[in-house]
C-alpha cells in the first residue's frame, strides 16, 4: 500500500514480536516473633503459680470452705444479700427516672430540688447514710404523720429498712444522671416532631424519649446494679442479716474467719458473674438497631476458633 499523503514508497509494518509472559515469584511471608509475650506470660503465669502455692501452703482449712460453702445459714444470707440488691436497684432506677425529668424539667424549683438531692446523695458516702437511716430514732423517736401514721422510730426503721432506703436513696442519684445523659442523648428533633404530631410532654417522653434513650441507659445500668452487690455489704453495719454477716457469724463461733471471708467471695463473684453474662446479652440486644452486624458472643468465637483449627489439622489442608 502506498502512502497517499507523500506519495512514497509503501509503508512497511514493524514486526510485532511475541511477547512472554513470566509468572510473578512467590512471597514467602515470615511471621514476625513476638518475644516480649512470651516473656510476659511467662512472667504472669510464674506469678500467678506462686501465688496458688503460697495460699496452698498457709494456715487455712480448704475443707471448711468446702463444708460451708452450701450451708442453709450462708444460702439465706446470699439470698437476703441478692433481694436487698434487686429491691434498692429497682428503688433506685424508678426514683432515677424521675429526678432526671426533674432536672431537665424548664421549672427552675423542680430542676433545683433535683440538683440538691443528687448533690446531697452523691457527696455522701453510702456507709455514713445507712448509719444516718439507721440512728434516726435519735431525732425523731416517734414517727408521725397525722391521720395516717404513728409508731416508734425503732419499729419503723428495721435494718431491712434501714438496708433498703440507705442503698435505694443513694442509688437513685447516681441513676438520675445516668438516665438524664441517655435522655440528653435522643435527638431534640424526635421531641420536636412528637410535638408538631399533638402528643404532649410527657407522652412524648414515655412514648418515643425513654425507649430511645435506654440503648444509652441499660449499659450503665447494668454496671450498676453489679456494684450494688457488692455495695450490700455495707448494711453489715446497720444488723441487716446479709451474705457477709451471715459468714463472719459463722467465723466468729467456728474459729473460721478468714475461711469464711473466702466462701463470701465465692458467692459474691458467683453472683457477680451470673449477672455480668445477662448484662452482656441485654446490651447485644438494644445494641441491635445501632449496629449493622452484631459481634460475635463469646460462645460463637469459641466455635469459630475450634473451626479453624479443625480446618488446618485437616490432611487436605496439610499436604497442599
Known amino acids: 500500500m502506498f502512502d497517499k499523503a507523500a506519495g512514497g514508497p509503501p509503508a512497511v509494518a514493524a514486526p510485532v514480536s511475541e511477547a512472554t509472559t513470566v ?14 509475650r512470651w516473656i510476659s506470660a511467662v512472667i504472669v503465669i510464674g506469678l500467678l503459680v506462686s501465688l496458688v502455692y503460697a495460699f496452698s501452703q498457709g494456715n487455712i482449712q480448704w475443707q471448711a470452705v468446702q463444708d460451708k460453702l452450701f450451708d442453709d445459714t450462708v444460702l439465706a444470707g446470699a439470698g437476703r444479700t441478692l433481694m436487698i440488691s434487686v429491691l434498692a436497684m429497682i428503688l433506685g432506677v424508678a426514683l432515677g427516672v424521675v429526678l432526671a425529668v426533674m432536672r431537665l424539667s424548664k421549672n427552675p424549683v423542680t430542676s433545683w430540688v433535683a440538683w440538691l438531692y443528687i448533690w446531697f446523695f452523691r457527696g455522701t458516702p453510702v456507709y455514713v447514710q445507712l448509719l ?3 440512728n434516726l430514732a435519735l431525732v425523731f423517736p416517734i414517727l408521725n404523720i397525722p391521720f395516717v401514721y404513728k409508731d416508734e422510730m425503732t419499729d419503723v426503721m428495721t435494718p431491712f429498712m434501714c438496708a433498703l432506703l440507705g442503698l435505694g436513696l443513694n442509688e437513685a442519684a447516681y441513676m438520675a444522671e445516668i438516665c438524664r445523659a441517655g435522655i440528653q442523648s435522643v435527638d431534640e428533633g424526635q421531641t420536636e416532631a412528637s410535638h408538631a404530631l399533638g402528643m404532649t410532654q410527657a407522652k412524648t417522653m414515655r412514648r418515643v424519649v425513654l425507649p430511645q434513650a435506654l440503648r444509652v441507659i441499660i449499659p450503665p445500668t447494668g454496671n450498676e446494679f453489679i456494684n450494688m452487690l457488692k455495695t450490700s455489704s455495707l448494711v453489715y453495719a446497720v444488723t441487716y442479716n446479709e451474705l457477709l454477716r451471715s459468714t463472719s457469724q459463722i467465723g466468729s463461733t467456728s474459729y473460721a474467719v478468714m475461711e469464711m471471708l473466702f466462701v463470701a467471695s465465692i458467692w459474691y463473684i458467683v453472683m457477680t458473674s451470673v449477672f455480668s453474662v445477662g448484662q452482656y446479652y441485654l446490651e447485644r440486644r438494644y445494641a441491635r438497631g445501632s449496629l449493622r452486624a452484631l459481634p460475635p458472643t463469646p460462645w460463637q468465637r469459641v466455635r469459630l476458633n475450634l473451626a479453624h483449627v479443625r480446618t488446618r489439622n485437616h490432611p487436605s489442608t496439610r499436604n497442599s
Request: glycine share 6%; proline share 12%.
Open 23 to 36: 509468572a510473578p515469584e512467590t512471597i514467602t511471608a515470615v511471621p514476625v516473633r513476638h518475644y516480649g
Open 132 to 134: 444516718l437511716w439507721f
